[in-house]
């Protein structure tokens, strides 16, 4: 996924999908304990999407830290 498409997202929209992506890399770090994956570099997909969403979730919430801050300043 692209920063672009994570971006685009609402952070409830993001939230589910990061969700969705742990439950997949743990059921794939399983999987590949017991027998062979058939693409094995889909695990280090993920975990760059895993950190991706929450360098965006980051971002977001710093955004949002330093607006309410500049307001309080102001007031």
Do not use: G, H
């Not at 999908?17 to 889909?42: C, G, M, T």
């Amino acid at each position: 996924m692209k920063p672009t498409e994570i971006r685009n997202m609402t952070p409830d929209e993001m939230k589910r999908a990061l969700v969705a992506l742990q439950d997949e890399y743990f059921k794939l770090r399983l999987r590949r304990s017991s027998e062979e994956l058939p693409n094995p570099l889909r695990l280090r997909t993920i975990r760059r999407d895993i950190a991706r969403m929450l360098t965006v979730l980051r971002e977001l919430e710093l955004k949002k830290t330093v607006v309410e801050k500049s307001k309080d300043a102001k007031a």
